[in-house]
């Protein structure tokens, strides 16, 4: 039996690798094949389709999508970049925080389409800024957007034909280094919540499906305290190495002395201060929309922060049951975006004009299911659908087992060089394939490994979730390098170049949290009594 669900796994995974067909499609397959090849009921594989943990994942995106439908990223973004200024380098550390920050709750490709025009719109003011200064003007001339080039003396002869070449080495490089930490920030942030991006949450599954005792080991307040520490220190490290390849470490150029530096960071502001307006004031939407997002995170935290009790302990656990998960949480908050108006009611009934009585006294809800339904990427539901089924099926057929009996001679390789070499494995396959389908296919495989040498799983499942989110090095390896590839700027080796160094410092950083305060976090040092065989089996 074990045979016949490795040849799905195997087929399933060429699919996704060379995406023949969509890879919602080839989630299904399992639903089709475990049935005919005798592994599994219908009964029992259609269930894995919807669990806690799509649930989980469905009521975050619904509360990003809300968060997108009133442009609020987009304020908080705008609001930021003001406060942290407009010198290239500060400008970058901004774009690259905002980003992170707001990728750790949104879809990464939300954010970075969000992102990029802001950077393309504060890029092309800076290059007219320049092309003003240098021709002579002395005074500050505000381009359209997109219309740098019809600037008088775009076409100026420099004094200097090597200066004037250096100039524009030194634009292009900007160029590069500012689009490109959006799209790496995007990918970084998205690690640092368990609904930040689709491989948190295959963990997430993997776990209550594979180890149905771990209970709320991985939750929402742990992955945060254990992700979050580690989104921080890696994105410093990559604005570090972008300062270092692209704009060197000059402190006159990077923090900005000169008349031309002044100018540029004056014409940047403005763009961003153009942009903040043109959202008008804060709308009572935004205001729902912002209560209810905190109310999500608050409930989050408090539901079981381990160090005391949560408000789970109140009413929602009985012995060993706990009633009320993060997706609980999360279907709350969502329901409530259908329900808490997008204006304010009027109590005026006295004084209402008969126009006024024809309109309904309650307004429009913050959400309504044809916006929900149009921009939830429910490919991803059935993505993480068809990784449970399959770890499922692994389980009843004996793929587990088997496979964990024939990686036992790794028991004498130390634990350290495991997770190293396994978090590069799946850092270079991800490059390659979908972060979540990569995820589901490697997590059953670690974690049957780990249980057979008698290694705690999370020790090696959690680097190796994360480095799935590691995708740097090319166009095709996520849709934010994508988006940023297509504004022009970058040539494929200028991520090649990049993204392998940043593969390293994720892997490096993966490494250095896992083995410090993951270690505390996570108990990592003992074999817990919840992956033990003989515990799980009785």
């Not at 939300?110 to 002579?136: C, F, H, K, N, R």
């Not at 024809?358 to 991803?380: M, R, S």
């Not at 390293?504 to 003992?526: K, M, P, S, Y």
Request: proline share 5%; with cysteine; charged share 15%.
């Amino acid at each position: 039996m074990f045979v016949r669900c490795a040849y799905v796994i195997i087929l399933m995974a060429i699919y996704w690798c060379t995406e023949v067909i969509p890879l919602a499609v080839t989630s299904l397959m399992p639903a089709l094949l475990f049935p005919l090849f005798k592994i599994l009921d219908s009964k029992q594989v259609c269930v894995q389709y919807m669990k806690d943990t799509n649930m989980l994942f469905l009521g975050g995106l619904i509360v990003a999508v809300a968060v997108e439908h009133w442009n609020l990223h987009k304020r908080i973004a705008l609001r930021t970049l003001l406060w942290v200024g407009a010198k290239p380098a500060q400008l970058m550390l901004g774009f690259m925080s905002v980003t992170a920050f707001l990728s750790m709750w949104i879809s990464n490709t939300a954010t970075t389409a969000m992102m990029v025009p802001i950077v393309e719109a504060v890029l092309q003011q800076m290059e007219a800024t320049s092309t003003a200064t240098e021709a002579g003007l002395g005074a500050l001339e505000l381009a359209d957007k997109g219309k740098a080039g019809e600037l008088p003396g775009s076409q100026v002869i420099f004094e200097g034909p090597a200066m004037g070449q250096q100039e524009n080495c030194d634009r292009k490089s900007m160029c590069k280094a500012m689009t490109l930490c959006v799209c790496y920030a995007a990918s970084i942030g998205g690690t640092a919540t368990l609904t930040g991006t689709g491989p948190n949450v295959v963990l997430l599954g993997q776990m209550h499906e594979l180890f149905p005792d771990s209970k709320d080991t991985v939750n929402f307040a742990s992955w945060f305290g254990f992700a979050f520490p580690n989104m921080v220190i890696m994105l410093l490290l990559a604005w570090l190495w972008l300062q270092c390849i692209y704009m060197g470490f000059n402190f006159k150029k990077s923090w900005g002395c000169g008349l031309e530096r002044r100018n540029n960071e004056k014409a940047a502001y403005e763009v961003l201060q153009e942009e903040y307006r043109k959202l008008g004031p804060f709308s009572f939407a935004e205001v729902n929309v912002l209560l209810c997002f905190f109310l999500l995170v608050s409930l989050w935290f408090s539901r079981d922060p381990g160090f005391m009790p949560g408000w789970l302990s109140v009413a929602w656990a009985e012995g060993e049951t706990q009633y009320a998960s993060d997706a609980t949480v999360a279907i709350f908050v969502a329901m409530l975006l259908f329900v808490v108006p997008s204006q304010k009611p009027k109590f005026n009934f006295c004084s209402q004009t008969e126009e006024e009585r024809k309109i309904p006294f309650y307004p429009p809800a913050l959400l309504n299911w044809k916006v929900t339904q149009e921009k939830v990427p429910w490919g991803i539901v059935l993505l993480l659908g068809g990784g449970f089924a399959l770890a499922k099926g692994c389980e009843v057929s004996g793929l587990s087992e088997w496979m964990g009996k024939q990686m036992e001679p790794l028991h004498a390789v130390p634990p350290a060089a495991i997770t190293l070499i396994l978090s590069l494995l799946v850092a270079v396959f991800t490059e390659c394939t979908s972060n979540v389908a990569t995820t589901t296919l490697f997590l059953p495989i670690f974690a049957s490994m780990s249980r057979s040498i008698g290694l705690n799983p999370l020790y090696v499942m959690l680097p190796c979730t994360l480095s799935a989110s590691f995708a740097f090095m090319l166009p095709v390896a996520t849709p934010p390098n994508a988006i940023v590839f297509a504004y022009g700027h970058l040539k494929v080796s200028d991520m090649v170049k990049t993204g392998l160094m940043m593969n390293v410092i994720g892997v490096f950083c993966v490494f250095l949290a896992v083995n410090t305060w993951g270690r505390v976090i996570f108990d990592l040092d003992h074999f817990p009594d919840w992956a033990n065989v003989t515990h799980i089996e009785t």
